[in-house]
């Protein structure tokens, strides 16, 4: 946003209202940055902020800001509807995903797909940089993926199993990434969140 704002003289950041603050006064949450965090992006410096309208327009398009918050809670997609566009940064990302931070909430995700779901969505692009070109059909085969590892999960620990042992069974062991982050990306995240939200204790 600096950047931008500095070297081309561009307005405010645009975005949802709970991020605004963190934006333009980031020290009051950089303390908690994990030490992967701090290595792979670093201290983000303040910037300008408002809140996001709930459409906009370009000379060419327009778009919808929809709420999607699950990976965090201010989590925003924009839909390009005339055009069946949605520019959803790390709501998607693919079909099959195994792992979540331990602060992402999978019932919120979940959530916020089956609400894509009332769109005519034909191209997703992923904040990764993946642009998914069956965009509905995507979205609908991650929201069965989960729903029915849901209901696995849920299966396993009626059965007596520890969330551990469940993983493993669903899952398979953790991969690199959960030693990279000390245990902050995971697929235990995904297993935990999946039982908490989806069964009865």
Known sequence: NIVFQKLFGTGPALAHPLAVPRITAPSTWTSRLLPYQHFAWGLPPASEA?????????????????????????????????????FGGDLFLSENVQVLRRDEDAGQILASLRRLLDYDIKVIFCASGRVVTEGKKALVAKIAYWEELAKEACRLKREGLQPEEIRDVLLGEEGAMYSLTAGDFGKIHLINSLLQNFCPA
Do not use: K, M
């Open 50 to 86: 408002v809140p996001i309208p709930q459409s906009f327009a370009t000379p060419r398009y327009r778009f919808v800001v929809l709420h999607t918050p699950g990976h965090s809670d201010d989590h925003i997609c924009l839909l390009e509807p005339n055009e069946g566009w949605l």
